[in-house]
């Protein structure tokens, strides 16, 4: 008797531990759904560790500015809520949680797939994230020769405006605020700015600006440029070299006695809109114009002709500025 009943109290434990075991592991897994497997990712994403996230979530092979580097050079994402339905979802299949965030002044959300897995020996749910917390990002400039810049820590691609048929330069970064700055120049400058790189707003379709002015250098350089150009078209006093713009040299061959009466300082000097060409003739953006200028000169009398000068300005990456004229005025 004593032995049937210490058989049956054994039978009783068994069943009691392997029901507290399921109950266990159902309270463990009710913890461990596709919300939760987001939560841990983005929080790596949150506290700027992007070699871990990386190696969470593969954000595929454009990773460039997916670093630690950059997040560091940031503000980065605060995230308020991450919710998910796995109802129904067996292992193979999917299930999708929102992630909602904060940057300054606003706040975002983001869908993210997770995918069940077989669970693990002990009936332990495994959960992985599919989709990664990136955003694709594309920079715009006025100036298209000016083609980098910086996105906090990255040295970034730029692209020239898309409306005008510049190619885009497209790459991928976590989600965060980050200080939009142009290339280093004498000659022109753009002023920093807060850019918030973040799902819903269409970075491709509504890129960020980098918008240059021309700086006072720019306008000594042109002006320079504008004296050299008089002094060898109208300072010999002879006829204008053929190469001299047209609003230079008259009509009348044979004209003598050349003088500069009055030299035309720069009225505007702006960036305006350039259409791409692909077969390099693309225009520069920088447009300069004079107010009027005169000169005089001898066909048998003395006549006097007022002209204005027009020109381009075209910047190189490392800064070389060329200025050509345009032939009419």
């Known amino acids: 008797m004593q032995s049937r009943r210490n058989a049956f109290i054994a039978a009783g434990c068994a069943v009691a531990l392997l029901i507290a075991c399921v109950i266990a592991i159902g309270q463990v897994n009710d913890s461990r759904g596709p919300a939760q497997a987001v939560r841990e990712y983005v929080d790596l994403i949150a506290r700027g560790d992007a070699t871990a996230a990386n190696a969470l979530v593969d954000p595929g092979p454009d990773r460039a500015f997916l670093t630690d580097e950059v997040l560091a050079g940031s503000q980065r994402i605060k995230v308020t809520e991450v919710s998910g339905d796995d109802s129904g979802v067996e292992p193979g299949q999917t299930a999708v949680a929102t992630v909602r965030y904060e940057l300054p002044g606003h706040s975002y959300s983001a869908d993210l797939r997770v995918k069940r897995e077989p669970n693990s020996f002990g009936g332990l749910e495994q959960w992985r994230v599919i989709?990664?917390?990136?955003?694709?990002?594309?920079?715009?400039?006025?100036?298209?020769?000016?083609?980098?810049?910086?996105?906090?820590?990255?040295?970034?691609?730029?692209?020239?405006?898309?409306?005008?048929?510049?190619?885009?330069?497209?790459?991928?970064?976590?989600?965060?605020?980050?200080?939009?700055?142009?290339?280093?120049?004498?000659?022109?400058?753009?002023?920093?700015?807060?850019?918030?790189?973040?799902?819903?707003?269409?970075?491709?379709?509504?890129?960020?600006?980098?918008?240059?002015?021309?700086?006072?250098?720019?306008?000594?350089?042109?002006?320079?440029?504008?004296?050299?150009?008089?002094?060898?078209?109208?300072?010999?006093?002879?006829?204008?070299?053929?190469?001299?713009?047209?609003?230079?040299?008259?009509?009348?061959?044979?004209?003598?006695?050349?003088?500069?009466?009055?030299?035309?300082?720069?009225?505007?000097?702006?960036?305006?809109?350039?259409?791409?060409?692909?077969?390099?003739?693309?225009?520069?953006?920088?447009?300069?114009?004079?107010?009027?200028?005169?000169?005089?000169?001898?066909?048998?009398?003395?006549?006097?002709?007022?002209f204005t000068i027009r020109g381009l300005v075209d910047i190189s990456r490392d800064d070389a500025v060329t200025v050509t004229f345009e032939d009419d005025d």
């Open 131 to 306: 989709d990664p917390l990136v955003v694709p990002v594309v920079v715009q400039t006025n100036v298209p020769t000016l083609d980098s810049g910086s996105l906090g820590a990255a040295k970034i691609p730029v692209s020239g405006p898309r409306l005008n048929g510049f190619p885009q330069r497209r790459f991928l970064m976590y989600p965060a605020s980050y200080q939009l700055t142009g290339m280093t120049s004498k000659y022109v400058r753009a002023l920093p700015q807060a850019v918030s790189v973040a799902h819903g707003q269409s970075m491709e379709m509504n890129p960020a600006a980098i918008g240059y002015q021309p700086e006072q250098e720019l306008f000594r350089l042109a002006t320079a440029k504008i004296d050299e150009l008089l002094a060898r078209c109208l300072g010999t006093g002879a006829m204008p070299p053929a190469d001299c713009p047209r609003y230079l040299r008259p009509y009348a061959e044979g004209a003598t006695d050349f003088r500069l009466d009055r030299s035309p300082p720069i009225e505007r000097l702006q960036v305006y809109q350039t259409e791409y060409k692909a077969d390099g003739t693309t225009k520069p953006a920088i447009h300069f114009a004079t107010t009027q200028g005169q000169f005089s000169f001898n066909d048998g009398r003395t006549r006097s002709t007022d």
